[in-house]
């Protein structure tokens, strides 16, 4: 059970993560539209109060994961010194958001819509209650990227926090500049 | 007596070197026949290397097929695979490089 929660990708990857990630992230982008909850960046969650439609929730998801997926395939094409595939790192990044549904479920709990950008007790809260389901995904994605590239050790962890770091900034500019121009 | 699974010692347990044959017996007519000789290379793999070379032949090179039968997804076994490799080329090295 535990190697189930921390190390799902030594069982699945590939083409069946991948649908059941998509299918996963279909839901909980449903669920956070209704408890308005955006992940905007590649590991990030912000409870909002503006009026935003379903797909922007939608694309967020794809967006972030998008993000992730080129980003940890640019590594591994640079550090890995065996074959890898696409699929597998697609896959299993998509499987590893999985726990986000967990986020946006929480959020229902939220009482008060706040705006997100204000230091705000319930925003606290919130990223306290969020806080262990981040660090999971941050376990998962990093089970993802080792597993798909076939990188392990000080050297796997160093690599992978970089590519989050690219990825976080590359998500965030890149949600900045297409979101807007959807809506208007 | 409880039986003992013994294994084939690889290297030396006083410095670490490849060991050697350097007798073989019949158990038969208890003939013994004593010089030096290589142990084959795969024979220097683990036991538990060995069993995954031997299940990846018996599917004919198809990891996909290994992955389905021992429940684990295609890049975990891809990645024992090319752990199996690198062990191999380490092993080559060390039998040429005494
Ligand atoms: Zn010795």
Redesign the pocket.
Known sequence: MNTWLLRPFTYIAGGKALLAGWVIMLITSVVAYFSKTHFDGAIDAHIGSTVTPYYIYLLETLIAWGCMVLACYAAAALFARTSFRLIDIAGTLALARAPLLLAALINFAMPARVDPTAIDPMVIVFALICLPVFVWILVLMYQAFSISANLKGNKAVIIFIVTLLVAEVVSKLLMQFTLPLMLS | MKQIKKSLPLS?P??A?PLKVTSLACEACDTTVSGSFELPLLARLSADDLQFVIDFVKTSGSLKLMAQQLGLSYPTVRNRLDDIIANIEKIEKNIKIP
């Open positions: 030396c006083s410095c070197s």
